[in-house]
């Protein structure tokens, strides 16, 4: 009896055609096709029992699915409204130290290393832009003014600056402050500017 008309028996076993001998000696590509052909055939095989024994698990687990699904019924959430994003939230700051190379906050900036550190002459957050309004307002008669930083090796690279408007104009680069000679009245006459006119 065949192997595959046993596990199959809807399936009649299908006729094999009688070898034909001939003179030419046996080709490497065709005994190679005949031996996949009967490996596929061990591997149908194979597979069918194997869709046996899925279909009796699948079965199997509905039944355990149906079971544990009636237990857990009882205690299972709230559903989520999942059209509100939900926010993710920063981790809290550490309240201790979480490495051995680390003082506490109370013990921080102190030590030799601080003792004689005056912190009110330390470099304050926009102190340059600070010290660059005190200059004072460099006035000039033409309409366009050329600043280089001073030149040299600390200067910038050369611009021209309008100073036709009435109000004080700096460099983009050094922030010195320019204004032309003529709206000198209109400058004054303001209650306040951000550079010293003088």
């Known amino acids: 009896m065949n192997v595959e008309y046993a596990f199959n028996a809807s399936r009649p076993p299908t006729a094999r055609p009688e070898p034909t001998t001939s ?14 052909t009967s490996q596929l055939r061990a591997i149908g095989v194979l597979t069918r029992s194997a869709r046996l024994s899925q279909r009796a698990f699948t079965t199997s687990a509905r039944q355990l699915e149906a079971a ?13 409204d999942e059209s509100k994003p939900v926010e993710i939230s920063q981790a809290p700051n550490r309240v201790g130290v979480w490495s ?6 109370a013990q921080a900036m102190t030590g030799p290393r601080f003792e004689q550190t005056d912190f009110s002459v330390q470099p304050q957050p926009k102190s340059a832009i600070e010290l660059i309004h005190q200059q004072p307002v460099r006035w000039t008669h ?4 050329a ?4 030149g040299g090796p600390n200067g910038h690279p050369k611009i021209y600056i309008n100073t036709d408007k009435p109000e004080i104009s700096t460099c983009n680069y050094c922030g010195l402050p320019y204004a032309n000679e003529h709206h000198r009245e209109h400058l004054e006459s303001l209650p306040a500017t951000s550079y010293p006119l003088s």
């Not at 003179?23 to 996949?36: E, F, G, K, L, Y």
Request: with cysteine.
């Open 100 to 105: 051995r190379s680390q003082r506490p906050r």
């Open 68 to 80: 544990v699904s009636a237990k857990t019924t009882e205690t299972s959430p709230a559903p989520v």
């Open 142 to 145: 033409d309409r366009m003014v």
């Open 23 to 36: 003179n030419r000696p046996a080709h490497p590509v065709s005994d190679a096709i005949t031996m996949a």
């Open 147 to 150: 600043c280089d930083g001073g």
